[in-house]
């Protein structure tokens, strides 16, 4: 029988009435999550609040990839959240191990002066493994080749609004590739060669950087030095042919080559940040005031109370990090043009 069906007694049948989602057009898209089974609580607090706040309405399908086999409560608890189809994926592992150009000897080295150093995951190598898979192969996995539009879900984030509209359609009609909620400063212990590697990639491959790219976000002297900002990844919508066309694969392999992924401990974040700053043009990278989200440690609270009220957030405005001096968000409002959102001013901290 389907869960919650009561045909005697006082139950109403539920399943008899009609569904509570408008049936409209759907976009080709879907959440992606990349977890362990260990996650499966935290994931499903993320869901929960994805589905709560936007996807009951839409329905949207949810990826989950492992670099192991999922179990069957995380299988089950998943499915029972997510309000659209759910698949589950294993990498393979040449997506998910130390490329045979890598010197194991130098890398380890590398991770015991982190670990002395004290980097976060400086000593770890699934660590790596996980930021070179979200930098490189996440949009290659088969199960994601059938979508156009992701939207990347990590366990115990929180959204705080309710979104009314369908992101993915807002996405493909305002001709935007990538978008984020938070932006900052990397650390640059993880990434010291990143820049220099990202130079000689704009030396071999001047075809793909893009008229009117965005480049004043990432460098104040004109492409000389990285200033380390970047579009934090653990959220991101975007669009996913994108990510395999020849221009973003031609940085990754480029930086792949580089072995920073394991010779440093290069994120994903600086490196889609880093190719849509150069390889987009600046208006196809979008900035979702709207969608008030929490990851550890860092609060995205729409700026605006009309914006708060008019969607029930429940965010402190007071924990917005966007005008915080270790934000790069002014600075992507300043390069672009664009009128900081109503409210800037008093919310300003
Ligand atoms: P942080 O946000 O940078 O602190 O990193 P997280 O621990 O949140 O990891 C980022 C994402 O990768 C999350 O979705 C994790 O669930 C996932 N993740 C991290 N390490 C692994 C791993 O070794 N295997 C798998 N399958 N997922 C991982
Ligand atoms: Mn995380």
New binding site residues.
Partial sequence: AAKGSATTGTTLNTHALPPATAPGERMNATFV????NG?VW??ARSIRQVEDRFNRKFNYDWVF????EFDDTFKKVTTSLVSGKTKYGK?STDHWSFPSWIDQEKAAKVRQEMKEKKI??GDSI??R??CRY?SGFFFRHPLMLDYEWYWR????IELFCDIEYDTFKFMAENKKKYSFVLSLYEYVETIPTLWDATKSFIEKFPQHIAQGNSMAFLSDDDGKTYNHCHFWS?FEIGNLNWLRSDAYLDFFNHLDQAGGFFYERW?DAPVHSIAAGLMLKKDEIHFFNDIAYY??PFTHCPTGEKTRLDNKCHCNPKDNFDWNGYSCTARYFEINNMQKPEGYEKEHS
């Avoid at 999550?33 to 362990?36: E, G, S, Y």
């Avoid at 990839?65 to 192991?68: E, I, K, R």
């Avoid at 879900?153 to 115990?156: A, D, I, K, Q, Y």
């Fill in positions: 999550t990349l977890a362990r996650d935290e994931i990839l492992n670099d192991a990498i976060i995951y699934s660590y493994h996980m979200e879900v990590e366990p115990s653990n994120g990851h550890v």
